[in-house]
């Protein structure tokens, strides 16, 4: 059974930086894609990161691009999101996400196995 814990998130004041971390456990987790999504007051769950299994490759949402970095450090199976340059729209909860490889990096329906959240809030 996987298992995912998001922390980092806060409040902080735009242009500000926070990291977010997902503890991982389970099985075969080196070999699974994991992402980053995120969920305003009213609106969709959307995507904002993700990696591959060996961090080889990364994607992003267009609004996060240059200012957000994914990585993982599979030895300790955890995935982080650093966020510099924080602008108030940016303030949801992020939900850690992983999948065995295969499919869309950015589709929810994708991702079998989600964190509780973590809220990051962006004041101006």
């Known amino acids: 059974q996987v298992q995912l814990v998001e922390s980092g998130g806060g409040l902080v004041q735009a242009g500000g930086s926070l990291r977010l971390s997902c503890a991982a456990s389970?099985?075969?987790?080196?070999?699974?894609?994991m992402g980053w999504f995120r969920q305003a007051p009213g609106k969709e769950r959307e995507f904002v990161a993700a990696?591959?299994?060996?961090?080889?490759?990364?994607y992003y949402e267009d609004s996060v691009k240059g200012r957000f970095t994914i990585s993982r450090d599979n030895a300790k199976n955890t995935v982080y999101l650093q966020m510099n340059s924080l602008k108030p729209e940016d303030t949801a909860v992020y939900y850690c996400?992983?999948?065995?490889?295969?499919?869309?990096?950015?589709?929810?329906?994708?991702?079998?196995?989600w964190g509780q959240g973590t809220q990051v809030t962006v004041s101006l």
């Open positions: 996400a992983a999948n065995p490889p295969g499919g869309s990096y950015s589709e929810r329906r994708n991702y079998d196995y």
């Open positions: 389970g099985p075969f987790l080196r070999r699974y894609k």
């Open positions: 990696i591959n299994w060996s961090g080889g490759s990364t």
